[in-house]
């Protein structure tokens, strides 16, 4: 588990990485993709696997260490019922399939999310292929999954609470270092850089808490067609970004590291 103490981009100010060290990214416009070309929509989301496939192998060719994708909000229950199950039965063949490869490439693989709403074959898959890489530190891949960013505050908020039930006292500051070990993503540095493709400019749920000071990118590009060539030209865009954390430019070209308080 990441220390809050050193790595909160709110406690601390972290430290900046020539190439972002995480990456969190909201897979957009599968279905876009599709209808452009008169095919169904789930197609494009088989295409979409295929994308991710080669995003992982890129991100990992050029040191990124944390790879983190949003592949299913809790709000896409919301959809027609035949594209939530195709959804379900892709992730499960996707998972039986990649396992292998994920494990000899040193990849840890984890999925974030209320999980309870998936079938037991699904849960078991996912349980099988996180087990088959749980060795792996090369590279983390994250798949959120019924994920919503204000789930993850508040199951955190209650596991806090039922670890210091003092804390729910009337008055009483919850300090930040307290909640955070509780969040899904309590074992990763925040995101760097947030990418999200198919050229809506919003957060849709994902990582409301980690995103505190994450660098924003968005595309036009629909995920499928998302490839190294995107991902350098999100990188390079990273790489223009002055990270001030609340400072001024005069602080940061000082390399002036002021405490927090
Ligand atoms: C993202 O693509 C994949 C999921 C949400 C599962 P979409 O399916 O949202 O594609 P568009 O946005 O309709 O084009
Ligand atoms: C966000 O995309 C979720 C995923 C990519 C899994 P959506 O397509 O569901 O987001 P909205 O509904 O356009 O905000
Ligand atoms: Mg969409």
Known sequence: MIDPQTQS???IIPAVHEVPQHI???MDGNGRWANARHLPRVVGHERGVAALRQVVEACMRRGVRYLTVFAFSSENWRRPEDEVSFLMGLFIKALEREVRDLKANGVRLRVIGDLSAF?????DTI????QATAENEQF??????NYGGRWDILQATRKMLDQHPELAAPGRPIPEELLSPHLSMNFAPEPDLF???GGEERISN????QLAY????????FWPEFDDVQLGLAIASYQQRERRFGRTSAQVAQQCSVPVS
């Open 127 to 130: 349980s099988r292929a996180e």
């Open 9 to 11: 981009s709110t406690l």
């Open 24 to 26: 969190a990214m909201i």
């Open 195 to 197: 990418i999200r493709t």
């Open 119 to 123: 079938s037991k074959r699904l849960r």
């Open 214 to 221: 994450t660098e924003f990118y968005f595309t036009d590009c």
């Open 206 to 209: 994902f990582l409301l808490w």
């Open 140 to 145: 983390y891949l994250t798949v959120a999954a």
